[in-house]
Each structure stands twice: as structure tokens, then as C-alpha cells.
């Protein structure tokens, strides 16, 4: 028993399964036949050692087994995912998405209009990240480690620039929780409990220069707790922002070898068609075949921009359709496969495009003939 495929055929052929429960059955029956009394008599052609083999085989990679057996739950959830990819008006389209860059954004990203919102929420379990659209600013709390970051989006996307970034660290000494601790910090250092009052606090602090790998910071006596401010200026064309994407410029010609830098370009101005998830795979292998493999279109290309943006290990190759089209392949893993069309002439549209518009476009077009 050499292979999963061998294995499968050798159940199978005492019986029909759809699932696992199924295969188990039929290894009892066959456990059964396969004994030296009966097996000349239902002419079986294996043995326990090859039964054995075939359930050990199966037992370790149920799902891809099931994906063998014709009729099996399994792969006809497959063939669903499959009709799916079809199914999807972008499967068709030759727009990059059916919704302008504004409403991708509102989508994809937690924004609010007001810096001076006493209403803002600060930990929001559901939106790690907010961006101030008024004070141009990018709030963000990182779950599990005590640490609120601010950042000023200025100079976002911009070559040669720095956008001015602090980051809140709680030391951990007490059992206040930093909940607790930021609320006497809005109260008690800041003029107004904002994000325009944290920005102008934050600005207001002296630094001091803790050497090479701790950078300028400022300690903060809140009560019996403290907390450590520290400086954290980025590079502005590694900071994302949603309120400036227009400043990311196309890609003029197509290019002998494709960059990081080059994706995100065709990503930010829609220069492609069918940005799709081709797989992506986990440890739970049982899990990512019953998703399909989280297989299927980018209805909000812009979502994963700022990912790819901050990345720093995804890779991008391409190869060339004997029709001429460009695809781009990419991925941060071995386990993240991703593809696009390129079409160096195509944009977002300026306009939402609803349901019943994307339906549409996946059928023919056709043109009145003039009078």
C-alpha cells in the first residue's frame, strides 16, 4: 500500500462509504472477509497486513481520502466551492471591484471623522485599529500587550519622509489594569479625553535618549503604576494611510521582473482583474478543506493593501498565459497562495456598482445597432 489512492480502493472494494463513519464500517467488514476461512470464499485479494496498511494511511488524511471517494460528502462540498468560483460576478467582470476606492476603504477600515469625539472608543475588540480622519491620524491597541500607538499620517507613502509615531507601553508592575491606567491618563494629562487631546499630550512630552535599541522615550507616573512613551518614527513610504491611496502612483510599462513595491502599486489604482485567494492552508488540515481553503475573490482588494504594505517577507512572481495576460502570483508563506490579472489600463471604478449592476456584467454585452 504505496499510496492514499491505493488505500482508498482497498476499502472501497467491500462496500460503498460517504464519510468517515462509513470507512470505518467497511475496514470491520473487511477485517472480516479477509480471514484465511473466508477469503477464498468472497475472493478477497488482501490481507490484514494491507487492511492495517490502508487504515493507517486513511485514518492520518481522512479528508483528502474522502476527497477520492466518489459520492462522498467530502468532495461534493468540494464541487460546491468549486461551482463557486463560477458563481462569483468577478469570475466573469474585468473590473479589479464593483465598489470605488472611498467605499473600500469605509469597508475595510475602522475610520471616524472626528478627533475631538469624546465618544471615541478605546478598546474596541473588534477594531484594533482606527483612523482619525479630521486630525489625519492612525489610533491602534494591540490586544494582550498593554500598548496603545499613535501615529501622524502626513507624510504616508511619501519617499524620504517620516511620519512621527509614539507608542503607550504599560510596565505591568501592578494589577491595575491598563484599562484603568490610560482613563487617569485622558483625565489627568491630557486637556481633552480625544484623540486630538492624546496627540497633543503625546507632542508635548520630553524625550530622553535611552541608547541605540531603546530609543527617546518618557516615563509617566500614573498613581502607583507608570508607563513608558516612546518615540516611533517610520519610514512614510512604509505607513499606510486610507485617506491618501491617491498619492501610490501607477505602474507606467510592464516591467521585466515584478517587485513588492510594483504590486502594491497595481493594487492601490486597480491595474488588474480576478485578485483571487488560490489556497491557503493552516495546521488544521481537516478545518481549511472544509472552508475550501478560504479559495475565492477579493470583493475589497484594498483590504489586504495595507498587510502587503507592511509585510516584510511576501514574494511575487509571475508568468505569462499563451493569450499574452500577465499573472501575478503571491504570497507571505508557502501556505498563502494568491493570483491577479495584470492590466496595466485598468482602474477602480468612480462609481459603487451594486448587485444587480455586477450580475450584469457577467453576461454579453450587447450594442444597440445604430438607426
Known amino acids: 500500500m504505496k499510496t492514499l489512492k491505493q488505500a482508498v480502493e482497498c476499502l472501497t472494494s467491500f462496500g460503498n462509504a460517504v464519510d468517515f463513519k462509513g470507512l470505518k464500517k467497511l475496514y470491520k467488514k473487511a477485517a472480516l472477509l479477509v480471514h484465511s476461512d473466508r477469503a477464498k470464499e468472497h475472493g478477497c485479494s488482501y490481507n490484514m497486513v494491507d487492511l492495517n496498511n490502508a487504515w493507517g494511511m486513511i485514518s492520518n488524511n481522512v479528508e483528502s481520502a474522502l476527497m477520492l471517494i466518489e459520492g462522498s460528502e467530502v468532495l461534493e462540498k468540494a464541487r460546491v466551492f468549486a461551482n463557486s468560483w463560477k458563481d462569483d460576478p468577478l469570475h466573469e467582470a474585468s473590473v479589479p471591484s464593483f465598489y470605488t476606492v472611498e467605499t473600500m476603504a469605509k469597508k475595510a477600515w475602522n475610520i471616524v471623522e472626528d478627533g475631538e469625539d469624546?465618544?471615541?472608543?478605546?478598546?474596541?475588540?473588534?477594531?484594533?485599529?482606527?483612523?482619525?480622519?479630521?486630525s489625519n491620524l492612525e489610533y491602534r491597541y494591540y490586544y494582550g500587550g498593554d500598548v496603545i500607538s499613535f501615529y501622524d499620517l502626513e507624510n504616508s507613502f511619501k519617499t524620504g519622509k517620516e511620519c512621527t509615531g509614539f507608542r503607550v507601553c504599560h510596565d505591568r508592575l501592578t494589577d491595575r489594569s491598563f484599562m484603568e491606567i490610560w482613563s487617569e491618563i485622558l483625565n489627568e494629562y491630557c486637556e481633552t479625553p480625544t484623540p486630538k487631546g492624546v496627540w497633543t499630550w503625546l507632542t508635548s512630552l520630553e524625550m530622553v535618549d535611552n541608547g541605540r535599541y531603546h530609543g527617546k522615550c518618557a516615563e509617566i507616573k500614573v498613581g502607583d503604576s507608570s508607563v513608558r512613551v516612546y518615540e516611533d518614527n517610520v519610514s512614510g513610504n512604509k505607513n499606510f494611510s486610507p485617506f491618501v491611496i491617491n498619492r501610490v502612483k501607477p505602474v507606467a510599462s510592464m516591467?521585466?521582473?515584478?517587485?513588492?513595491?510594483?504590486?502594491?502599486?497595481?493594487?492601490?489604482?486597480?491595474?488588474?482583474?480576478?485578485y483571487k485567494q488560490d489556497y491557503y492552508m493552516t495546521d488544521d488540515y481537516a478545518g481549511d478543506a472544509a472552508s475550501?481553503?478560504?479559495?475565492?475573490?477579493y470583493q475589497n482588494p484594498l483590504d489586504s493593501y495595507a498587510d502587503i504594505l507592511t509585510c516584510n517577507h511576501m514574494r511575487v512572481w509571475s508568468n505569462q498565459n499563451e493569450d499574452g495576460t500577465v499573472v501575478l502570483h503571491l504570497g507571505a508563506h508557502s501556505n498563502d497562495g494568491r493570483s491577479l490579472i495584470v492590466d496595466l489600463n485598468n482602474r477602480y471604478p468612480i462609481v459603487d456598482m451594486e448587485a444587480e449592476e455586477a450580475q450584469y456584467l457577467t453576461g454579453d454585452i450587447k450594442l444597440i445597432d445604430a438607426a
Not at 521585466?256 to 489604482?269: D, E, G, Y
Not at 475550501?292 to 475573490?297: A, V
Request: a positive charge; hydrophobic letters at 35%.
Open 118 to 134: 469624546g465618544n471615541f472608543v478605546w478598546f474596541n475588540p473588534s477594531k484594533h485599529v482606527t483612523y482619525i480622519k479630521d
Open 255 to 274: 516591467p521585466k521582473k515584478w517587485t513588492v513595491v510594483q504590486l502594491r502599486k497595481i493594487l492601490a489604482n486597480g491595474q488588474f482583474s480576478k
Open 292 to 297: 475550501n481553503f478560504r479559495k475565492g475573490y
